[in-house]
């Protein structure tokens, strides 16, 4: 009997055959609010409640935790999640899943970096990254429409211009593209859509360690985000658009009350 592949039914069958893992690193000291993945949030640790969305994903083959502290390393043990120790010296989440990567030695063709200070994470979005991988992306992250005008404004959400591909030209905290012939007030109904970058990562196995050994670029120094050092080494990124993005990272005290409120349904 002779079969048939199309390109999008082989696409299907690579997929079957990749393992993907979720690495969630969680640092234990923090400028604005050490100790936040300890934070109870709910009757649970932000960090627990990390774990359990993470879990929730279809297409994850298994989680970790990768920390830096043994006061984290123990709360993993008490919530019988894998854990590993890494070093306290990482400049980033993504550094520290190329160590975690290294301890497991594991055969994943890809890694996904679940921030450990999102608590609300969805799984729905965490497969939607897994979905848009193949063998040979190198990098993948999420994006979502921006429809806020202060979102659009603020420089602590950061912004994508993507190719037609879907692969990503540039992050910056600046309003980008700039709509030259319209005030910025204007700027959400002139047609354009603008893209929001959530900060989730998946990696390719061989890149990880590749990128993870890089040197920090002025692009990165300037806006303060590491994926622009990526770009300027010449790696590809590409994106998944989800629809929405409802999480709240805990990065101060006033974010963790916020998140407390969302939980209690006030």
Partial sequence: MLFCFYNSDL???????????????????????????????????????????????????????????PEIAALASKINAPCLMTSDTHRSGTDRCAEALRQIDSTADFVINIQGDEPFVSPSDIDTLAKSLQMDTPLATLICPIHDLADLASPQVVKVVKNKHNYALYFSRSPIPFVRDAPIDEWLIQGQVFYRHIGMYAYRSDILQQISRLEVAGLERAESLEQLRWLNEGYAILTAEIAEHKGIGIDTVEDLAKAQKLISGV
């Fill in 11 to 69: 696409l299907f069958f690579e997929y079957l055959l990749m393992k993907i893992i979720g690495i969630i690193p969680a640092r234990y000291g923090s400028t604005r609010f050490p100790k936040k993945v300890l934070a109870d949030l709910g009757g649970k640790t932000v960090l627990e409640r990390v774990y359990r969305q993470a879990l929730a994903a279809t297409h994850l083959s298994e989680v970790w935790i990768a920390t830096d502290h």
